[in-house]
Nanobody, 112 residues
Framework: QVRLVESGGGLVQPGGSLKLSCAAS????????MTWYRQAPGKEREYVAL????????AYADSVKGRFTISRDNAKNMVYLQMNNLQPEDTAVYYC?????WGQGTQVTVSS
């Protein structure tokens, strides 16, 4: 059974950092494009970052470029999202995705 479980969210002050984790089971993250999305209150879910199957360059939404870094640990079957210089507009539930499978999400709140 394909499953994704996100963790690492929390409350952080503006300018702070968090690292989100996505634990995958039932498939190998090395074989798929893995994507992070987020959904803020009252807004539609939006793309944040993706990492390709091979060694290609990761891609980012313009709103997070230069602040967020997506990475993958094939041995642990994990995908990560390092988020630096967080701002209030980054507040959202963050989801890990592969094809049509979604995790339950992890809440990130940026507030002073």
């Amino acid at each position: 059974q394909v499953r994704l479980v996100e963790s690492g969210g929390g409350l952080v002050q503006p300018g702070g950092s968090l690292k989100l984790s996505c634990a995958a089971s039932g498939f190998a993250v090395s074989s798929y494009v893995m994507t992070w999305y987020r959904q803020a209150p009252g807004k539609e879910r939006e793309y944040v970052a993706l990492i390709t199957r091979g060694g290609g360059t990761p891609a980012y939404a313009d709103s997070v470029k230069g602040r967020f870094t997506i990475s993958r640990d094939n041995a642990k079957n994990m995908v990560y999202l390092q988020m630096n210089n967080l701002q209030p507009e980054d507040t959202a539930v963050y989801y890990c995705n592969v094809d049509l499978v979604w995790g339950q999400g992890t809440q990130v709140t940026v507030s002073s």
